[in-house]
């Protein structure tokens, strides 16, 4: 049993086994360290708090071990009371222990050393202190040295593991530069492609457009030899063509007819039909408006007004079809529309409406009042059977010419004819 000699020591202090300094300063593996016990204990566990920790717990470690392998029930019972005070106690902060063994330590060691003295003539004792001494300092040198060869190699390896986050980070970068030109070839060669891809689609689009048309123009079926001539009150009919097949739009594609705004006509009849198949088509889809009327209203002063004869002939107008569809999600609208045509009220006003029409396509040569005689008389033949004679075509030639009748070359203006 060791006799602590320090006053601030309490009585549970004086009562540890001497076994406990032993277990103390047994290693992790369960070695003794290498070092000589109270210089290892004062120099290391006294003033080193992980190193104080370490060897607490190989202590209590110990003694669990040997506490195991007591058959005595009362020193079992002892050790683990130990260890218990030893817990509560010094488990918070085991240098405290470290320092009241390492006090017991080098008393027991004057103790002894005083002991052998007295027992040791001069020289031995000169002898002993002087080896000692040599050994443990070349033990403090051989523990500097080490001491500088670990800070030394902290150092080196933050210093390479500085020079690899330096080097992860410019590889990265390395790596992405070297991707980008190959990233934008891809996104050219990608964008070239969804832009040729586009103009095929909108190639085809216009396509699809222009095949909306207009297979028969609108005509009176009281005057089939002069279409594009509509009068007001009378059915007229025309006919609508798609030329492209579209499977997916069969009996969906509704079309529907409206007359130009420049004017106040309405449409009297049913203006929308849906497209059909015809057998002949070749399964293109086609509607035919069979039995469209127009009329028209007039305002006099903001009230309505009587219909009458329409003054202007010459006025142009046309007839639009319009149809949209949806394919795959794509909303396609189609228009088209018909040739310009001319709306009479009466059928003396055909004539002149005839004329407007022609001369909108055309402006034919002049010709001379004896070629336009000569034709004159054949037309007229054709419809009645019979040409005009020499005094029918001197009145028209007078109404037409004025005082230049008699001269035969006279040259006569389709604009001038057709008035």
Sequence with gaps: MVTETDGTATQKQRSIPSAIFFFFFMGPAGNVLNVPPCRCFRDIAANDESMAAVLFTNLLSQLDRVRSQEQNFLQRHNMKIIQQQLQV???ANPAVMA??????LREERRILSSACMQEQGPLEKSLQNSVAFERQKTMDTRVGNIRASVQLMDQAVKFIEDIQDDFDFRYKTLQSRVHEPSQLFSYACLCQEILSKMDVVIKEIDDLMTS????????MPTHPQKPLIIKTGVQFTTKVRLLVKLPEVDYQLKVKTTFDKSRQFFILTNNTKVMDIEDYSNGCLSVEFRHLQLKEKKYINGTKGN???LSVTEELHYLSFEACFTVQGLTI???TCSLPLVVISNVSQLPGGWASNLAFFGNPPRATWSQLSEVLSWQFSTFAGQGLNREQLTMLGEKLLGQHASCSDYQVSWSKFSK
Excluded: H, M, N, W
Aim: aromatic share 8%; hydrophobic share 35%.
């Design 89 to 91: 106690k010094y488990a």
């Design 99 to 104: 320092r009241v063994i390492s006090t017991c």
């Design 212 to 219: 909306f048309v207009v297979e028969k123009q609108p005509c």
């Design 307 to 309: 219909e009458g004869l």
């Design 333 to 335: 609208d189609l228009e």
